[in-house]
């Protein structure tokens, strides 16, 4: 993987969901959907034995305005896949304003800060992290 925003991306996602003891991952590939296009990311994955896709779309900017335009290219390329997905939107950060707007709109996000929220059939998690502050120098 040469980009390194991916690798961190796809480092965030297996975190986050090696803490969900309901999903066993079967497979997390980076994807690339057209020539010059950003790569997306793809985990198939079981939630309580079913089948599910979490496909997310990377970007190196949280703020909501990238919210609005990975929602509607997510929802338009989550048609081809046959199994339940879930949308995800992954960032560096995102501001609280971009992550109220993803809970709002059912767009799943993991920050590269630790704040995640994910909804996948009946189960839920959300996590919330502190902003990291920046140590005081004398």
Known sequence: MKNSMEKQ???ALKALLRQLS??????ISV??????????????????????????KVKSNGQTRN??????????????????IT??????QLSSEAQSLCR???LGFVDLEGN???VLNDVFFGKRCLPRQTPLTH
């Open 67 to 84: 919210v609005r335009t990975v929602l509607g290219e997510l929802h338009k390329q989550a048609a081809r896949f046959e199994e339940e």
């Open 87 to 92: 949308p995800v939107f992954i960032a560096p």
């Open 104 to 106: 709002q709109r059912k």
């Open 116 to 118: 995640a929220h994910l």
């Open 9 to 11: 991306a796809v480092d």
């Open 22 to 27: 309901a999903v066993t991952v079967r497979d």
């Open 31 to 56: 994807e690339s959907p057209g020539r010059g296009q950003r790569k997306e990311i793809v985990a198939h994955i079981d939630v309580h034995g079913r089948r599910h896709t979490l496909f997310c």
